[in-house]
């Protein structure tokens, strides 16, 4: 998301997905009762893959504060689907929130540069929204990394 879309607003208001919505609002729940939260997520440049740490804790002011660090970063040709500028149709595209796997109609997750073939993508001359979500094994891992059943 572009930083004018999301600074000034409510934290959550940025997340479409029910389901990822739900998670942070355990994870923040969580922090304020002093349980801080680490796991790790992708978030990708067209020319890039990076894996950052995130931290989800209670500061000493009271407030939750979020905290990343980037972990590991490599370069890769570009993907003109990740691209903020491309021009956009009115389909949405579902991407994993932590691994960055788009989901396909069969339901299967794919990495970014298999969707993009699968689906023909390049050959359009638009492309796609890109809407969040969270993959099922990514959902699992972070269900039970956070201690929610």
Request: hydrophobic share 45%; with cysteine; charged share 25%.
């Amino acid at each position: 998301m572009l930083p004018e879309r999301v600074l000034g607003t409510k934290l959550l208001a940025a997340v479409a997905d029910r389901t990822v919505r739900e998670l942070y609002l355990w994870i923040i729940r969580r922090a304020r009762e002093g349980v801080p939260a680490r796991f790790c997520y992708r978030c990708d440049a067209p020319d890039r893959r990076r894996t950052f740490e995130m931290n989800i804790y209670l500061a000493a002011n009271g407030q939750v504060e979020f905290a990343s660090t980037l972990l590991h970063e490599e370069p890769r040709p570009a993907v003109a689907l990740l691209e903020t500028g491309a021009p956009r149709e009115e389909r949405m595209l579902r991407v994993c929130s932590w691994c960055q796997k788009v989901a396909l109609p069969d339901g299967a997750w794919v990495p970014v540069e298999e969707a993009v073939n699968a689906l023909h993508l390049m050959e359009a001359e638009r492309v796609p929204l890109i809407t969040h979500g969270i993959c099922d094994a990514c959902k699992a891992g972070m269900k039970m990394s956070i201690g929610l059943k």
